[in-house]
């Protein structure tokens, strides 16, 4: 069945960097809209970025120039690199997969320090 499985979350200080993984079972992540969204503490869940099966990409004016999300065809795995990393992005990162049937994972939580 398909399953997206988050990972790399963490604590870091502001400035810091991190990386996300989204390891994808039962789909192609090549052949999808591949999206990254996240939730902060008393807030609703928002669009982070996403690629489509074309390459295109697309951000968040909060992350632009500081996010980037790539794919990785042989893993079968999204990536969402995050550079100079703010409080503000304090969240829950999800990973979402879209077309036909739209497939979310669990999360994981990334804590940014003052």
């Known amino acids: 069945q398909v399953q997206l499985v988050e990972s790399g979350g963490g604590l870091v200080q502001a400035g810091g960097s991190l990386r996300l993984s989204c390891a994808a079972s039962?789909?192609?992540?090549?052949?999808?809209?591949m999206g990254w969204y996240r939730q902060a503490p008393g807030k609703q869940r928002e669009f982070v970025a996403s690629?489509?099966?074309?390459?295109?990409?697309n951000y968040a004016d909060s992350v632009k120039d500081r996010f980037t999300i790539s794919r990785d065809h042989g893993k079968n795995t999204v990536y969402l690199q995050m550079n100079s990393l703010k409080p503000e992005d304090t969240a829950v990162y999800y990973c979402?997969?879209?077309?036909?049937?739209?497939?979310w994972g669990i999360g994981t939580l990334v804590t940014v320090s003052s």
């Open positions: 979402k997969a879209s077309g036909p049937f739209t497939t």
């Open positions: 039962g789909i192609n992540v090549s052949r999808k809209t």
């Open positions: 690629i489509t099966d074309n390459g295109r990409t």
